[in-house]
C-alpha cells in the first residue's frame, strides 16, 4: 500500500501474525490432514513429473539475490540493475526478452505545475506468440523501500521465515512464476501454450508507467496470473477488489489587496475549500472519498490566487466509479462558477474496480482445484487493496493476482516471506498452466 495510490494487497499483517502462521507453515509440511493426504496421492504421475523439477533452492536464491537489490520505484540504478538481472535470469525461458521504455508521466508540485516523473524500464518477453491459447504472467520489479531506506538487508526470523525487502512483494513471486515456466517449458504440453511476462517498474505508485503496456499484453490472452503475495499468509487469494483513483485539482483565482480591493479578488483556497466540502458529499459506502492535502494560499494580506487540492476515491464498482466521475464534473462546473475561478484536473481513476465475473471465478475454481491437489487448500477473499491485477481485469480478461509467495507484513520493515512457499506455490503455478494449456475452458 503506498501513501498515494494504495497499491499491493493492502491487507497489512502484523508481525504478530508471524507466530499465528507458523503452524500453519508447518501444517503444510508436516500435518497434512487424512483428506489433504489422500488428496496428495490423487497427484497424477504426469503431474508429479510436471512440478518434479522445481528447484526450491534455487528459487531461494534468485529471491535474496533480487531482494539485494534495492529497488524503490524512484531508485532508477537500482530498477536499470534489476533490470538486467532479470533479463539474463528470463533468458532461460524460450522467446526474447526486451526491455520497454516506460510511458510518459506528469505529477503536479505544490505550485501547480506539471512536471515529468522519471521511471524505470520494464521487462517482456514473449513465447510461441502464435499458439491459439495464449497466458499473461505479469510481476513488478519495484519496492516501496526507497534507496535511502534503512531496510536494505535480511534477517531470519526463524527457520523457514526469512524477512527482507520486497522478498513477498514481490521478488518471491517473481522466483515462483520464472521456476513454474521453467517446469513447464521443459514438459511435453509446453507447445501447446504461448504466454507474454511482463515485470514493470512502477507498480507500487500506481503503474502510470505501464498502463498501457498492460492493456497492450492483455489483449488476446485466455487467462492471466499476477504474482502478488497471498492476501493472508495461509495461501488465501485476493479476490474482488475495488479501485483507486488519484487527483489533483488546480485552482486558479485572481489575487488582490485584502483590504483596498478585496472584491477583485478570486479566493482559491475558499474554492478549494468549497470543493472538500462537495467532495465528501459524493462520498457513498460504494464509493469512499478522501480529500487529503490543501496546498497554495499567500500572504494574510492577499486574497490568495492558486491552491491544490489532492483527494483519493475507492470506487468498489465499475458503475461506482462512473457515477462518482459525472458527480465530479458537475461539482466543479459549479464551484467554477459560485467561485469565479478555474479548475485544472489531473489524474483519475488509475486502478479501476475489479469484479469476479463468471470466467474469473472458474480460474479461481481451477486454481483451487489445484491447490487440492497439491494437498494445499486455498480459499480467497475480497479486499480493498489494489495491483495491476484491476488493470488486467478491466481488459475482460480472467485474472487471479495473488499468485506469489505466502508472507506478509508488506509495506514494512517486518515484511517476511514464508520460503517453503517459494516451491509450492510455484507447483500451483505449473499445474494451473498445464490444465490451461490441456484446454480446460474457463
Ligand atoms: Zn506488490
Redesign the pocket.
Known amino acids: 500500500m503506498t501513501t498515494q495510490s494504495g ?3 493492502g491487507d497489512m499483517h502484523p508481525i504478530a501474525h508471524i507466530y499465528q502462521l507458523l503452524p500453519c507453515r508447518r501444517g503444510w509440511k508436516d500435518h497434512r490432514t487424512p483428506l489433504e493426504q489422500l488428496q496428495m496421492k490423487q497427484l497424477d504421475a504426469q503431474s508429479e513429473a510436471l512440478i518434479a523439477p522445481i528447484d526450491q533452492a534455487a528459487m531461494l536464491e534468485d529471491a535474496q539475490s533480487w531482494s539485494a537489490i534495492n529497488t524503490g520505484t524512484a531508485n532508477l540504478d537500482g530498477l536499470a540493475e534489476m533490470a538486467g538481472t532479470l533479463a539474463d535470469a528470463f533468458t532461460a525461458l524460450p522467446g526474447d526478452v526486451k526491455l520497454v521504455e516506460p510511458a510518459p508521466v506528469t505529477a503536479v508540485g505544490a505550485d501547480g505545475r506539471e512536471f515529468d516523473k522519471q521511471h524505470g524500464q520494464h521487462l517482456t518477453l514473449s513465447v510461441r506468440p502464435n499458439a491459439e491459447r495464449r497466458l499473461l504472467f505479469t510481476g ?1 520489479m519495484d ?1 516501496v523501500f526507497p534507496k535511502e531506506s534503512s531496510f536494505q538487508n535480511q534477517t531470519w526470523l526463524e527457520d523457514g521465515v526469512l524477512n527482507g525487502p520486497g522478498l513477498a ?2 521478488k518471491g ?1 517473481i522466483a515462483v512464476f520464472l521456476h513454474a515456466l521453467k517446469a513447464v517449458e521443459q514438459s511435453e504440453f509446453a507447445h501447446r501454450i504461448g504466454y507474454d511476462v511482463l515485470i514493470n517498474s512502477d ?2 505508485t500506481g503503474s502510470l508507467a505501464s498502463a498501457p503496456l498492460i492493456e497492450t499484453m492483455a489483449q488476446g490472452k485466455y487467462a492471466a496470473l499476477t504474482y ?2 497471498s492476501a493472508l499468509p495461509d495461501g488465501t487469494l485476493a479476490h474482488a477488489r475495488g479501485g483507486s483513483g488519484n487527483y489533483s485539482l488546480i485552482i486558479t483565482g485572481k489575487s488582490a489587496h485584502a483590504g483596498r480591493n478585496p472584491q477583485d479578488g478570486r479566493n482559491a483556497i475558499v474554492a478549494a475549500a468549497s470543493l472538500v466540502l462537495g467532495l465528501k458529499q459524493l462520498q457513498t459506502d460504494e464509493c469512499p472519498v478522501n480529500p487529503a492535502k490543501i496546498e497554495g494560499g499567500a500572504a494574510n494580506n492577499v486574497v490568495p490566487d492558486h491552491a491544490v487540492l489532492r483527494f483519493n476515491i475507492r470506487p468498489k464498482s465499475p458503475d461506482a466509479a462512473q457515477q462518482f466521475e459525472a458527480a465530479l464534473a458537475a461539482l466543479v462546473g459549479d464551484v467554477k462558477q459560485a467561485h469565479e475561478v478555474d479548475i485544472h484536473q489531473h489524474g483519475g481513476i488509475s486502478r479501476p474496480p475489479k469484479p469476479v465475473d463468471r470466467k474469473a471465478q472458474r480460474l479461481f475454481d481451477l486454481v483451487r482445484d489445484c491447490g487440492a491437489s497439491l494437498g494445499q487448500t486455498i480459499g480467497w477473499q475480497s479486499t480493498g487493496g489494489v ?1 495491476d491485477g484491476n488493470n488486467i481485469a478491466s481488459c475482460g480478461v480472467p485474472v487471479v493476482d495473488t499468485m ?1 509467495v505466502r508472507g506478509g507484513a ?1 509495506h514494512s520493515s517486518d515484511e517476511y516471506m514464508i520460503v517453503d512457499s517459494l516451491s509450492e506455490r510455484a507447483a500451483l503455478s505449473a499445474l494451473v498452466i498445464h490444465r490451461l494449456a490441456s484446454g480446460e475452458e474457463l
Do not use: K, R
Request: glycine share 14%; with cysteine; charged share 25%.
Open positions: 497499491n499491493c494487497n513488478h519496492t512483494d514481490m513471486g507498480e507500487e502478488e503475495p495491483c506469489g508488506i
